[in-house]
């Protein structure tokens, strides 16, 4: 099972998500940008780091792409290159936004409404990049 935090500022979404990913992995909750980086370095300190964040870009105190920005220049700044970092996929309503978030970083890019079948499909794809980069 992996580990995932899902970023989501809406309660409806963050249920649904949920629900979809309970068979893919334990999950964790965070509703403000704030949330999203204490839960992110919470884990880093544990030594229990996610395989996978769902990080929507709209959200209170700090936006999406911030946090992912900050992600990966901690990421670099430890020596990991891109592309070997957090799986990270941006969750979104923002349609005109994922180039910047791919410039920034991301993984992967899901429009809301959120589709099931796709939504595991790029799951998949890239946690089967990263069990292959670790195996």
Same mark, same amino acid.
């Given at each position: 099972?992996?580990?995932?935090?899902?970023?989501?500022?809406?309660?409806?979404?963050?249920?649904?998500?949920?629900?979809?990913?309970?068979?893919?992995?334990?999950?964790?909750?965070?509703?403000?940008?704030?949330?999203?980086?204490?839960?992110?370095?919470?884990?880093?300190?544990?030594?229990?780091?996610?395989?996978?964040?769902?990080?929507?870009?709209?959200?209170?105190?700090?936006?999406?792409?911030?946090?992912?920005?900050?992600?990966?220049?901690?990421?670099?700044? %430890?020596?990991?290159?891109?592309?070997?970092?957090?799986?990270?996929?941006? %969750?979104?309503?923002?349609?005109?936004?994922?180039?910047?978030?791919?410039?920034?970083?991301?993984?992967?890019?899901?429009?809301?409404?959120?589709?099931?079948?796709?939504?595991?499909?790029?799951?998949?794809?890239?946690?089967?990049?990263?069990?292959?980069?670790?195996?």
């Amino acid at each position: 099972m992996y580990k995932i935090l899902i970023v989501e500022d809406n309660f409806e979404n963050r249920q649904l998500l949920a629900e979809i990913l309970r068979e893919v992995g334990g999950c964790d909750y965070a509703s403000t940008g704030q949330e999203a980086i204490d839960a992110y370095n919470l884990s880093l300190e544990k030594k229990e780091p996610y395989n996978l964040i769902l990080l929507d870009i709209e959200l209170p105190e700090v936006s999406g792409l911030e946090i992912l920005e900050k992600i990966r220049e901690g990421e670099k700044a %430890v020596g990991i290159r891109l592309g070997e970092g957090i799986s990270i996929i941006i %969750v979104t309503a923002h349609e005109k936004r994922f180039l910047e978030a791919f410039e920034k970083g991301c993984d992967d890019y899901l429009l809301k409404p959120i589709n099931t079948d796709i939504l595991l499909q790029k799951i998949a794809d890239v946690l089967d990049r990263v069990d292959e980069e670790e195996g």
